[in-house]
């Protein structure tokens, strides 16, 4: 599958500006910039984006979801960033701004 470059720019330059522009806490920029383009799938990346992505989405949600009764209570990306240090989402924030960095190479590499 060819990565549509389009795509993943539309997703990562708003999750980027999230990072870099917002005053909010570390906890909240990087929680909001991942919901900005967790609806990508690993797939759609190229093989070196790929291994970033996914491993911001284990980073992300893994401490699961809060299910009580059969219904979610609270969600797996909420719950994780309510015990994540603040080192491990700065961390995470360098990340997502590498994914975003080598992303942006190849949208604008000329053809």
Request: cysteine-free; proline content about 4%; hydrophobic content about 45%.
């Amino acid at each position: 599958m060819p990565v549509d470059t389009d795509r993943l720019w539309e997703k990562l330059y708003p999750a980027a500006w999230k990072l870099a522009r917002s005053a909010d806490a570390i906890h909240d920029r990087i929680g909001e910039a991942f919901r900005g383009f967790r609806d990508l799938k690993g797939e759609e990346f190229g093989p070196e984006q790929r291994i970033i992505y996914n491993e911001i989405t284990a980073r992300m949600t893994r401490a699961g979801a809060i299910v009580e009764a059969g219904a979610v209570k609270t969600g797996a990306v909420a719950n994780t960033l309510a015990t994540m240090t603040e080192l491990e989402a700065s961390e995470i924030a360098e990340t997502i701004f590498e994914l975003f960095v080598q992303v942006a190479e190849l949208h604008f590499r000329p053809h």
